[in-house]
């Protein structure tokens, strides 16, 4: 199997901070389609995980109390990034969130700029956008 992370590497990584990381971990692979790439910790502490969705990584790690390290449910909800992927086939994809206990958001809905997508919070208050819109295949 190819593995389109290594042949193809992203040049950035967004990373995330979850109460609980391993339950995350296994939500975020189970309603985004995400798939483990590697987890490093003890117990209930992980101190660096990553996750793929194609070529893309996403890092995450458990909450520290540090300015850095909370994640939304840590203060008050509030939320000042979100992070978009794209998916082929958003109606699908929304519907597998949704039925993984995922807080929809946003439609999905056509955009005015062709592309198709929906936005959703996960199980820590994360905002994620996915949506058929490729900027790096100059769609």
Known sequence: MTNTATENPPTFYPALRYRDARAAIAWL??????????????????????LTFGNGVLMLGTSRPDTYGRSPAEVDGTVTASIYVYVADVDAHCRRAKEAGATITRGPEDMDYGSREYSAKDL??????????????GD
Do not use: L
């Open 29 to 50: 692979c189970k309603a985004f389609g995400f798939r483990e790439q590697a987890v490093y910790g003890e117990g209930d502490v992980v101190h660096h995980a990553q």
């Open 124 to 137: 820590e208050g994360h905002v994620w956008s996915f949506g058929t819109y490729h900027p790096a295949a």
